[in-house]
């Protein structure tokens, strides 16, 4: 998202609900860009004008073969930025998960990991 948009966005809309995977490697593998670039640090820019603009969001975090084992760390790593909720969903099998070759959760690390990060 540019820095207009997010502009626009902190302006006009109160309920904001951000897709982010979790830390810079998680993000960046499971979220490039178009041009195959990392998208953490767009994210974060976009973080920041939310909360210059005193903007509440929610997170919502897609759970893949690459960060099941790691939920825990991203409930954590969300926790800093002090989102009003946070939402781990298993990845679905979609036309960039094929190009990229990223792969849904196994569903019982899934499972063991959401009921850990949910303690958190």
């Known amino acids: 998202m540019s820095s207009a948009n997010a502009e626009w966005i ?39 004008i939310l909360k210059k603009n005193k903007k509440r969001f929610h997170f919502r975090g897609t759970i893949t073969d690459y960060s099941q084992d790691r939920m825990p760390e991203i409930v954590e790593f969300f926790s800093k930025f002090n989102p009003i909720g946070i939402q781990l969903e298993p990845m679905f099998i979609s036309t960039r998960s094929i190009k990229t070759d990223i792969k849904n959760p196994d569903d019982q690390a899934f499972v063991n990991g959401f009921i850990e990060a949910e303690k958190m």
């Open 10 to 48: 902190a302006k006009n809309i109160d309920d904001i609900n951000i897709s982010f995977d979790g830390p810079r490697d998680i993000q960046d593998f499971q979220r490039p860009t178009r041009r195959d670039t990392g998208s953490f640090k767009t994210v974060c820019n976009s973080l920041d």
